[in-house]
């Protein structure tokens, strides 16, 4: 065991390296100037070894700025993974939207495309499992008989699906295109999307070049599934098993450059993930800071509680740092 696994914190209390977090001042000041728009974005997978093919939908965020029409202005895109028992349309549909419409307002940060993703195969036909539970059929590895290929689903269906549709940088939809655009795109994710953030720079380092885990450190080995339709709780990871899945990918891509930027809540929200950043900002080759382009991982820490609504609030935070090059 670690020694800074021994050290016990106070409320709000990081272990033993600065952390920065700000408030979105703007979301007090009533309903935005400027408004983007969702679209929604439906397409189909069949990347699950089962021989059904999925039809799925994702949400589609365009900041207030953005002309379908003017092919000379690129816009960088941000994927982002809701917690368990959420689904897509949380975000993009009702009194949410206007959180996002706030961190680009003000012109503090630019404006980018936020699209919002499951992991669930159909989150409103399974709509009593998945708010009572959590456990509605999902490709996270989660449900038993489906594989852990919803990364697959990501890379395969989802960008190239979005990516070519709007103004973004990706031109060629293949895998080396997208390699190619990795600097333009980011994942986040929250709680047990969080957890999937995780996985994603275990699978994809090759195709984003940004993460943002938040509030869900990565669980160990393969997902637990769900016994008897009972959410089976994780169990904390040894050091040596975080670092071989965090590092797989970077040993496999030594030259790719990347940036991790974490965050969580107070004590009780994201402990596992605490432990995890303290873990990986000691080891070589991380550089623990906000600046991009010197260094590579980076964590804040609010005094927020558990729930999926605060993320507009960490985003304010993550996009004074995302595509910053």
Not at 246 to 269: C, E, H, V, W
Request: one cysteine or more; hydrophobic letters at 30%; aromatic letters at 16%.
């Amino acid at each position: 065991m670690s020694e800074f696994r021994k050290v016990i914190t106070k409320p709000g209390e990081v272990l033993n390296f600065e952390t920065v977090f700000e408030e979105n001042p703007y979301l007090r000041t009533g309903v935005p100037e400027k408004m983007g728009t969702v679209e929604r974005f439906d397409y189909e997978t069949s990347v699950y070894e089962n021989g059904k093919t999925y039809k799925k939908t994702a949400y589609v965020y365009l900041p207030y700025c953005y002309d379908k029409d003017d092919k000379d202005r690129k816009y960088n895109v941000l994927y982002f993974q809701h917690g368990n028992t959420c689904e897509p349309a949380m975000f993009a549909i009702g009194g949410n939207k206007y959180m996002f419409d706030m961190l680009f307002d003000s012109g503090e940060n630019d404006p980018c495309i936020i699209v919002f993703v499951t992991y669930y195969m159909d989150p409103m036909r399974d709509a009593d499992v998945r708010i009572q539970t959590g456990m509605a059929e999902a490709g996270d590895g989660r449900t038993p008989g489906i594989p852990c290929n919803y990364y697959k689903e990501i890379i395969e269906d989802i960008v190239p699906g979005v990516e070519l549709k709007y103004n973004t940088y990706l031109e060629d939809g293949s895998p080396e295109g997208i390699k190619a655009t990795r600097d333009h795109r980011a994942f986040s994710g929250y709680s047990r999307g969080g957890g999937w953030t995780w996985r994603m720079f275990h699978y994809c380092i090759e195709y984003f070049r940004w993460f943002c885990p938040t509030s869900g450190g990565m669980p160990g080995g393969d997902p637990v599934p769900a016994v008897g339709g009972i959410r089976t709780p994780m169990v904390q990871p040894a050091d040596e098993d975080v670092l071989n899945y965090i590092t797989a990918g970077i040993k496999k891509n030594p030259d790719l450059p990347f940036y991790i930027y974490a965050a969580s809540g107070g004590p009780k929200d994201g402990a596992q993930m605490r432990l995890q950043m303290k873990l990986l900002s000691e080891q070589p080759g991380f550089s623990y800071g906000p600046d991009p382009k010197v260094n590579n991982i980076y964590y804040s820490l609010s005094d927020y509680y558990h729930t999926d609504y605060l993320i507009p609030y960490y985003f304010w935070n993550y996009l004074k740092i995302l595509f910053k090059l």
